[in-house]
């Protein structure tokens, strides 16, 4: 078998129709998944599941907004039956709204504690059962190194992160005796249409304190997901894959 192959399942991406996400759904369905890629933005969705359908990769566009977590069981529910069986779950959607505590309103604390971290539970509660009763299953939520390490300016981005990990430990501990693991990937400053838009001067400075001296891909982050999503991953639960070129260390 080659390494890190994953016909014959069927992954839930969230937050897919650009970026990580985006990534993620195409390595994933590169090695061999059938994918939902899963975000609010439908086209966006329907122009990638068409992109990949014509390279053979198997791709359903599902409209889902994180944001009303309460809605997250009734959307997986209408999938088609060839897609309603998640075998890995990505809880990779996310915002920011950021500022300092002193002027951060309750508004921006809760929207962004919702998605990020709540929505992360819907989802993850709406399919860890069926990977219970079939005895396998990968759930993996994209942290940050902010939520390990702090940022000023983004509380409620760091403590949702930060709530990722101690989430996903808990889980880990609760799902191991049904062979569904579960782990957490922290990316670092990652190269995306978001860090395009900072200043070169302030690129450079981030790139300057990074170990490796470069900003994190996409697909660097894409490919952590892929081995944790793996038959090679199966002894790797309750665990942080920092995936920042050593800028937490």
């Given amino acids: 078998m080659t390494a890190m192959r994953l016909e014959g399942r069927t992954a839930l991406v969230t937050g897919a129709s650009q970026g990580i996400g985006e990534a993620i759904v195409r390595v994933l369905g590169a090695q061999g998944a059938k994918v939902i890629a899963a975000a609010r933005s439908i086209d966006k969705l329907q122009s990638l599941s068409a992109e990949l359908a ?6 359903h566009p599902l ?4 944001a009303a977590p309460e809605t997250v069981a009734e959307k997986l529910g209408e999938l088609p039956e060839s897609f309603s069986e998640v075998d ?7 915002i920011t709204e950021d500022g300092l505590l002193a002027r951060m309103s309750l508004e921006a604390w809760e929207d962004v504690l919702r998605v990020n971290l709540t929505g992360a539970f819907a989802t993850a509660r709406a399919v860890s059962r069926g990977m219970m009763r ?19 300016g983004q509380a409620n981005y760091a403590a949702a992160k930060a709530g990722l990990v101690g989430f996903s430990k808990s889980l880990a501990r609760e799902l ?4 569904v693991t579960v782990n957490v990937v922290a990316p670092g400053f990652i190269g ?10 302030h690129r450079e400075e981030l790139v300057g304190v990074i170990p490796l001296k470069r900003l994190g891909s996409v697909d660097d982050v894409a490919w952590a997901v892929a081995f944790l999503a793996s038959e090679e991953a199966g002894y790797v639960t309750g665990h942080v894959l920092n995936v920042s070129g050593g800028l937490y260390i």
Avoid: F, H, Q, Y
């Fill in 54 to 59: 014509a390279e053979g990769v198997e791709v």
């Fill in 63 to 66: 409209e889902l907004d994180l």
């Fill in 88 to 94: 890995i779950l990505v809880n990779n959607a996310g």
């Fill in 134 to 152: 079939r005895r396998w299953g990968r759930i993996i939520s994209i942290s940050s190194v902010v939520g390990l390490m702090g940022n000023a």
């Fill in 176 to 179: 191991a005796s049904r062979n």
């Fill in 192 to 201: 995306t249409a978001m860090t395009d838009r900072i200043p070169e001067k």
